[in-house]
């Protein structure tokens, strides 16, 4: 019913910039919560950033003031920038997202992941 896809992945050298995307789609009535996980190879997947559907956001330690997200929500669209890139934070990006949408008459939440998208840092 709903699907998120991300766009924005590559490879990039440290210090270096890259600014994800991910848009949903489908039967949607509102997005609440829309965030951006990553897993490192050999890692746990792990939260990076979050934002609300009223703009609150909140963010891992290890990418304060380097990474910002952002949504829109006229587009069901959220992003995230991704400043002065280090080689730890090469990992596939994953989007997640809390969908109302319609079922039947009535409506209930859907938690939507997306494909994922890999971001390389080189050093």
């Known amino acids: 019913q709903v699907q998120l896809v991300e766009s924005g992945g590559g490879l990039v050298q440290a210090g270096g910039s890259l600014r994800l995307s991910c848009a949903a789609s489908?039967?949607?009535?509102?997005?609440?919560?829309m965030d951006w996980y990553r897993q490192a190879p050999g890692k746990q997947r792990e939260l990076v950033a979050a934002?609300?559907?009223?703009?609150?956001?909140n963010y891992a330690d290890s990418v304060k003031g380097r990474f910002t997200i952002s949504r829109d929500n006229a587009k069901n669209t959220v992003y995230l920038q991704m400043n002065s890139l280090k080689p730890e934070d090469t990992a596939v990006y994953y989007c997640?997202?809390?969908?109302?949408?319609?079922?039947?008459?009535?409506?209930?939440?859907?938690?939507?992941w997306g494909q994922g998208t890999l971001v390389t840092v080189s050093s």
């Open positions: 489908g039967s949607i009535i509102s997005m609440n919560n």
């Open positions: 997640n997202a809390n969908a109302r949408v319609w079922s039947g008459i009535w409506s209930k939440i859907l938690e939507v």
């Open positions: 934002i609300t559907s009223g703009g609150s956001t």
